[in-house]
């Protein structure tokens, strides 16, 4: 009887845990939207995050609703939503790189400020719908009130996060390292690793970015043991936490007014008909993501949908098993509340060979990731 994704997931688990390698085995957690809001509803996904009442963002930022009158989008617009966010962004883009296009009153500097106020309306909608783990005292702190999943997905973080499967780096006996990539702008999965990790301080903090930031909440960056981190947390779409300053990039998960925001708004990648990803933090972490992915066995797709604009993120994902011989003992698992046909149909987006003999195995689950997690404690066997 062929095993479903969560049975092989345990199993194969158990036994990387058992064995004594030279050399880690990569697992990487490929995360969407689906993937926090599995950790909490509030979190949005798909549309919900791009789609403002009037009152809301134009109240948020009138400097924003006088500029989109200016360039000629319809001022009796109720909402901002989805559609006409990714209509927005595209043509700021389109304004910033082809000068002789712009209405006579739009320059460089207009075009820094209407980018800087999206950036902040999306934090805004996301923390008043959603508010983040707080950190207090160095710690973040996570509601872990209230649901069977929420226990699942912490037990299963604490097992990946276990001393006895961790990185390889800090000895041959260790053979597992687990790394994640994630398109999302908050920072549940810091909040949860540092959990799973009660007896560090910083755990997340040793997840390597891709990038070295010059500070982390304000203290030095290079702590001991920032060159041997124990795995990596990649944010192809930026993050809440990411704060370019004159200094350099931050990371800071510290609680920001309106003002400190609106001045030095995240590093997040904006949904657009026509994505660049031409900044610098962005540049820097493309090659590491690809690396990570070529060598990793295992990848773990959750709450992912593959939206149409994500192009470029389809093909980094393909970089796990770019021909049907990359997929030779890879194994993909998707985790997704859409059915499986709808799963395989999505996967086949990033891997055309996908069903080919000796091919990339691909394991589809229906369900949330905490039933997932739940699903593959009950075959752990460490």
């Known amino acids: ?49 791009f789609n403002l009442a009037h009152d809301d963002w134009t109240a948020w930022s009138p400097i924003l609703a006088e ?34 296009i712009r209405n006579r009153f739009v320059d460089d500097s207009c075009l820094d ?32 009130t209230g649901s069977p999943e929420k226990d699942a997905i912490l037990s299963l973080f604490s097992v990946l996060m276990h001393p006895s499967c961790a990185n390889a780096a800090h000895g041959p006996e260790r053979a597992l390292q687990v790394s994640f990539v994630t398109t999302n702008y908050d920072f549940v999965i810091e909040a949860l690793v540092d959990s799973a990790n009660p007896q560090e301080r910083h755990a997340s ?14 203290e030095d960056a290079l702590i ?11 944010k192809v779409n930026g993050g809440f936490d990411l704060v370019m300053t004159h ?21 997040i990648m904006l949904p657009s008909r026509a994505q660049d990803y031409d900044q610098p ?44 011989a990359d997929g030779r003992q890879r194994v993909l698992h998707y985790v997704d509340l859409a059915d499986e046909r709808t799963q395989l149909v999505r996967a086949r987006r990033a891997f055309p060979h996908l069903g080919r003999d000796g091919g990339l195995v691909v394991k589809p689950f229906e369900g949330s990731f905490g039933q997932w997690c739940k699903d593959v404690l009950k075959n752990l066997s460490i």
């Open 67 to 100: 500029f989109l009158t200016m360039i000629g989008f319809p001022a009796e617009r109720t909402t901002l939503d989805r559609e006409l966010f990714l209509d927005i962004v595209y043509q700021v883009g389109m304004l910033r790189k082809y000068p002789p």
């Open 247 to 267: 200094e350099g990039l931050q990371i800071d998960y510290r609680e920001r007014d309106d003002e400190a925001v609106r001045r030095h708004p995240p590093q």
């Open 113 to 144: 400020a209407i980018e800087r106020e999206l950036r902040y309306i999306v934090y805004r909608k996301f923390n008043d719908t959603a508010p983040p783990p707080k950190m207090l005292d160095g710690r973040f702190r996570l509601d872990t």
């Open 205 to 218: 903090r040793r997840l390597y970015r891709g990038i070295t930031p010059v500070s982390w909440c304000g």
């Open 1 to 49: 009887m062929e095993l479903d994704s969560a049975a092989w997931f345990g199993k194969a688990f158990s036994e990387l845990c058992r064995k004594q390698r030279s050399a880690a085995t990569t697992i990487t957690f490929v995360l969407g939207a689906g993937f926090s809001n599995s950790w909490d509803p509030r979190y949005p996904t798909g549309a919900a995050l």
């Open 281 to 324: 933090y962005f540049q820097a972490l493309f090659p590491k993501a690809v690396r990570l992915l070529q060598e990793s066995r295992v990848v773990v797709l959750v709450g992912y949908g593959f939206p149409e604009e994500d192009a470029l993120l389809r093909l980094l994902l393909r970089q796990f098993a770019e021909a049907p």
């Open 224 to 234: 001991a043991g920032h060159l041997r981190p124990s795995g990596n947390l990649l």
